[in-house]
């Protein structure tokens, strides 16, 4: 013989269940909110009004940037317009993962006859690389970079 459904047999998988859920969206909440980074950017409408300006002057340079990660080095090419390496008076990139930033890294990059590398250990999996470099002009270069190590 079974035991006849309730109503307290159904609140209780109605409140189980609510709760499971509810529990669940805590915790991607929480998840979602302790891993955003914070403020991109102090000002929006200003960023964006600069933003075709740099574009323009970047895009006017005409650089093009090969990446590679092997043996514990990573190693980026700039080369100009006529493919010779790039007139490059600073250069600097912040190394991470896209989903958070606990793994964020700066390496100290070193020029080795136009090539820049540095020593890096990156574990399998998707990186996001934030190149930032100014060309011997003066003229801002950015450029988002991702980058996939395989295991």
Not at 1 to 29: C, D, E, H, Q, Y
Not at 55 to 78: C, H, M, P, R
Not at 120 to 138: E, M, N
Request: aromatic content about 10%.
């Amino acid at each position: 013989m079974s035991k006849p459904l309730t109503g307290r047999k159904v609140l209780l998988i109605a409140v189980a269940a609510f709760g499971v859920i509810i529990a669940v969206n805590v915790v991607m909440a929480w998840q979602a909110v302790s891993t955003f980074p914070g403020l991109e950017v102090e000002n929006s409408y200003v960023a964006s009004q600069e933003f075709d300006r740099n574009k323009a002057a970047q895009d006017a340079l005409g650089w093009n940037v090969s990446t590679e990660y092997s043996g514990g080095k990573l190693s980026f090419v700039i080369r100009d317009k006529q493919g010779l390496p790039a007139r490059v008076a600073s250069f600097d990139a912040l190394v991470g993962r896209p989903t958070h930033v606990r793994e964020d890294m700066k390496p100290v990059f070193d020029n080795v006859g136009g090539i820049f590398v540095a020593p890096v250990d990156l574990s399998p999996g998707v990186w996001l690389v934030h190149l930032d470099a100014k060309a011997a002009d003066g003229t801002h270069f950015r450029q988002r970079i991702d980058l996939f190590v395989k295991g």
